[in-house]
């Protein structure tokens, strides 16, 4: 998969073009009813998109969506998707992210069997988990990569072909689309097989009698419909880019003498070939010179100082696309350590010798130090940053690694500790602390290993913050430290703080079969609900499931219902917050 230029209007890749040279577009347009944004999406849907003050926090490139029914009604749904955020969810110029998204949901499964679920970039097996004792197992399995602008939106995710509709079968998609997401349609656009030898252009999951009853059986020759359910069907949305784009990778300039200089000019855009020019005051018009995707130009000025910017165009685009770039001096630098003085040695120069220059490296844990004029600076450290970055006061900069020389001291091992900050409540924040951890640490990284997936950002922290989902699990963590010659884990388990349920009432008239039943719960709605089970355990037959209001009392009342009292006579209470009653004996009366 190839990643775009940046947009000079948004930040993001103009495209993303697989290995069939198919090239989707972000499309954040809300008035077009196949880009899955609407007018309400926007801060303020009277006006335009314009980045990023009127700008959606989500949008895509790619969307693909497929759903089944299993024997029982439940719903198997599937979610692949390309797609643009930001990492406060808040439209921000330096926040922006891309992300490639797996989802498959799965309910009324066997609880903790197998199941084999295929689609079009892989497989997964995954075993169906119970939320809580007595339920069906389901399936809630997420796998998302995040690339962030300085990753150059790179996504090591196996998305290496867009699904698109299948030419062959009527009606064909919308013009310069690949589906729509509001119809369903055979797709094809994966480059994986099956175990029959067939194009994985599906969506299938192989288990337990998975397929009994279901609408969804599997029709496939060898495989048992009473244990698979498979779809061929798939809403899709994506826009075909109709541009290559342009961005200017480096803009920098050489000057010797106060006569002029030059302006070194480098772009990017797609592989085949394009016009792109560069234009700026003080300079003429001058057309970039490249090949696969690659442009470049040298441009004499003759004022005393270059041009505060340049503007970069492709021409061949229709509208032409351009790219705005400041003017900057290019920085030579070199970074050495010497193990045995513990000497940290910096030279930086400028390709500016006629202007007054400053250089000073930047904060490495010493705050930013100024290099002095003869470009040598010299300190005395034992803190040893794995690469230095020498900034100039002209704007330009570049980050070099720091070469060690002689024999560095021994570090001491790394230990991982990874702890919970304060008590844990459901839809609350969550701040796993990993300072503890001990030795001469070089990374941290944060992973969740277990339960119901949140969505995680900033994970190379030392802590992690995240939201609690509404209700209540068990989530676990890993946290990985490593050091110059070791690496430790360690794991932290995420519960909330359970509510404290009571019963006030619990009351059975057999002569209208009327059950009145209320109590209270220490957390309070809306959002939070009460499951009342009829039993001495979580077992039995569900009576209701009833809502704690914003008092944190909870009631449930009807007449003439059909579910009596069991032989124990007893009610059994569980709140989605945690908390559990058993055995609450019933008042049973004429």
Known sequence: ?????????????????????????????????????????????????????????????FLAEAEMKTGIGEKARLV????????????????????????????GLQPGCEYTVTYPYGNE??????????????????????????????????????????PDVEPVSPNGYIGDLNETHPVIGSILYDQFGEPQNI?????????????????????????CIETK???????????????????????????????????????EPQQIEVSGSGIELAKLEGEEGLYYARIFYSSGLPPNTVSVVNVSDEPPSFSESNIVDFIFATAHYD???????????SSDTVYPISLKVADFGQGDILIPEDGVLAIRTISIPPAITVISSRGGSTTVPVVVRGIVPPTDPVEAHANIKGEVEISSRVILDGTDSTGDITSYQWRQISGPPVKLFNTNQPML?????????????????????????????????PDSLTVTRAEYRTE???????????????GITVTIFIGDTLSGFVLSEVDIDDAGDWAYEIDYSRKEPDDSRAISIQSSAGGVLRNVPIYVRD
Not at 203 to 227: A, K
Not at 242 to 252: D, L, Y
Not at 468 to 497: I, M
């Open 1 to 61: 998969m190839k990643v775009g230029p940046i947009n000079s209007q948004n930040g993001f890749p103009t495209w993303y073009k697989d290995e069939n040279g198919l090239r989707l577009m972000l499309n954040t347009d809300p008035n077009d009813p196949f880009s899955r944004i609407t007018p309400n999406d926007l801060p303020d849907p009277t006006k335009p998109v314009s980045f990023p003050d009127n700008f959606p926090n989500e949008a895509y490139y």
């Open 80 to 107: 692949l998707s390309l797609g643009a955020s930001f990492m406060n969810d808040e439209p921000q110029e330096g926040e922006q992210i891309v992300f490639a998204h797996l989802s498959i949901k799965v309910a």
């Open 125 to 166: 097996r995954c075993i169906a988990e119970v939320k809580s004792e007595g339920e069906m197992g389901e399936i809630n399995f997420t796998k998302e990569i995040l690339s962030l602008r300085d990753g150059e939106f790179e996504l090591p995710l196996d998305l290496s072909c867009f699904l698109r509709w299948d």
């Open 203 to 227: 969506f299938r999951i192989e288990g337990p009698d998975i397929g009994v009853g279901s609408v969804d059986c599997s029709t496939t020759p060898g495989l048992d419909p009473n244990h």
């Open 233 to 271: 069907q798939f809403r899709l949305t994506g826009k075909i880019s109709t541009v290559s784009g342009v961005e200017a990778t480096r803009t920098t300039y050489t000057q010797s003498d106060d006569s002029g200089g030059y302006l070194d000019i480098f772009a990017k855009s797609d592989d």
């Open 339 to 349: 193990g045995e003085t513990n000497i940290l040695t910096v030279t930086g120069s």
């Open 465 to 497: 913050v995240f939201t609690f989902p509404d209700y209540f699990a068990s989530l676990w963590f890993e946290l990985t430290v490593k050091g110059k010659n070791s690496t430790s884990t360690d794991t932290v388990k995420v519960e909330p703080v």
């Open 512 to 526: 209208v079969s009327h059950w009145k039943v209320s109590g209270t719960s220490t957390m309070e709605g809306p």
